[in-house]
């Protein structure tokens, strides 16, 4: 079993839908949690953190369960520039900052 | 703003050639990666370093070794190039293992 895993997609939606993504991760013992997003031939940038709580930026809504170790995001109002992958990350807890975990990503088209 | 900076975004190398991968990064973060990103497989870690001249094996290491003889920059050494090391390769960087890591904009190298 991969240590995180993502459903890679692709998701094509029409502009203006909500689209949502999931991600499981395998170490319940994971402490940090991270959506980036990647444009073609580009790097990955960071969308935003995750926190427990849950946390929105705009159209954009982070959720963490840690019961059944997934994190989501949830895109409202989808726009053509959402176009991307967004990859699920996260952070292993054994105490060091190297234990960065990436999904495969989730390809998004948003069409016009 | 925070920045990552890789010396090329594209090479070209024959086959045995050194190749020399440079990253630079002004945040004065302790921690720096270099990844590669091949489609399919996400991102691997191939090396990891700590703090200056230390440095951990990642999971693709072989064929490949690291530099760090001052914070800010952390280089990647293709010892002799080969056709399977055609690849994006990621720099990056982060405070610690509660915070978000900053890529460079990626270097696309190709063996011929």
């Known amino acids: 079993r991969k240590e995180v895993e993502q459903d890679p997609g692709p998701f094509n939606v029409p502009e203006g839908a909500t689209v949502a993504f999931n991600c499981t991760y395998s170490n319940s013992a994971s402490q940090s949690f991270f959506w980036y997003r990647q444009d073609c031939r580009k790097e990955p940038k960071l969308l935003m953190s995750?926190?427990?709580s849950g946390n929105e930026d705009g159209r954009f809504t982070a959720q963490l369960n840690r019961a059944s170790q997934y994190i989501s995001l949830l895109i409202r109002d989808s726009k053509l520039s959402d176009s991307a992958t967004y990859l699920c990350?996260?952070?292993?807890?054994?105490?060091?900052?190297?234990?960065?975990?990436f999904g495969s990503g989730t390809q998004l088209t948003v069409l016009p | 703003d925070v920045k990552v900076t890789q010396s090329s975004r594209y090479l070209v190398k024959r086959t045995g050639e050194k190749v020399f991968l440079e990253c630079v990064q002004d945040?004065?973060?302790?921690?720096m990666f270099w990844y590669r990103q091949d489609p399919g497989l996400g991102l691997r870690l191939i090396y990891f370093s700590y703090d200056v001249k230390m440095k951990e094996k990642g999971d693709i290491p072989e064929g490949y070794s690291v530099s760090r003889e001052k914070k800010e920059r952390f280089s990647l050494i293709l010892e002799s190039a080969s056709t399977n090391q055609t690849s994006m390769y990621l720099c990056?960087?982060?405070?610690?293992?509660?915070?978000?890591?900053?890529f460079g904009q990626g270097t696309r190298l190709t063996v011929v």
């Open positions: 990350v996260v952070n292993m807890r054994d105490g060091s900052a190297r234990q960065l975990t």
């Open positions: 945040m004065d973060h302790e921690n």
């Open positions: 995750v926190y427990s």
């Open positions: 990056a960087s982060r405070q610690d293992r509660n915070t978000e890591a900053f």
